[in-house]
């Protein structure tokens, strides 16, 4: 399969580049409230420790606002803030963060949202037009009788041409729904009309387990045809899972290669080891690696070299332990009590030697200089979007 990545505009949001051919990044929000800074900063350093590029924390309220610089204080990876409702929270977040994430469905007039594009603007960070299924403007939901692909992609094609037509363009957009099939075609609709950068997702996605299916199938489908340059995986689960499923998604698909790619044998009756154990305890214990290696876990010797081959290194069990191989030739024995922890050690060795992969780039595209005057009203667009594959 060859993936040609969707032209688009490359904005910066702190240290990280979207778009623009920049590697796919992951991000992931918080879920204590920010005034809680203690647990908020804690879980924050748990994402970063995962890999967690880019992380968003909601902003509902004025003692929320108030807490991000404390917050932003003790963090090293960029910080995005997330509003709804009352656009003086982006007001007094734009201060703070690296970039804002407002839904122009529930922000009100189209004064609010001049302001805090004036607002971002003058703290030089770009913006994030978050449209969602659950929010659309009532004129498109009685354009469309209900939330459609269509009516999504139309909503945030409207807000581009708007913000356009007061020069501002330093953005990205996300058109998010629950449904795979809606997502999908919202965002294939958007990436036909505009090029801006896409922050990909299935919102609300589900628990851990079907969650990372859907989104697997609504960002596999995606990222295969060129679409998304930074992605979250929405769970209701730790946050750390997603940013785990994020690269899993993106390494399935050769997009990013970041971290460990755990080949597990699905055993059979020839089984010797605790393959799924081993496999789980491994992707724990390695998560803190960022260089890009292929370790196997393999249930026996007889097929296990074999069909590791294509791994960097793994074990294979055997009577009494099992066998260390690196690059399908066998390294040494080992005993059944020492396997992990020797292999452990040997990962980590691998990785020093070949140096810790860092994907960030640093090129910053020209912020826009003048806003113009801000339109009465939101524009509506009038055009023909373009039909989507499966009809
Ligand atoms: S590696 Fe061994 S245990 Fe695992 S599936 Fe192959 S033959 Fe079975």
Redesign the pocket.
Known sequence: MHITRRNTKAIQVGGVKIGGGAPISVQSMTIPHPQDVKATVAQIQELEEAGCELIRVAVPDREAAEALPKIKARMTVPLIADIHFDHRLALQAAAVVDCVRINPGNIGPWWKMAEVVRAVTDHGIPLRLGINGGSLERPLLEKYGYPTAEALAESALNAVHALEDVGFTNLKVSVKASEVHMAVDAYWLFAHQSNYPLHIGITEAGTASTGAVKSAIGLGWLLAHGIGDTLRVSLAADPVEEVRVGFEILKSLELRHRGINVIA????????ID?VRMANELEKRLGHIKTPLNVSV???V???IG?GKEADIGI??GQGGGILFKKGKLVRKVRSEELMDTLIEEVERMAEEQGEADSRQENRDALPTSLGTPSPALPTVNRDLPVLPNR
């Open positions: 044998c699905p055993t059979c009756g020839r089984v010797e393959v393999l249930g026996c007889v097929n296990g069909e294979a069990g």
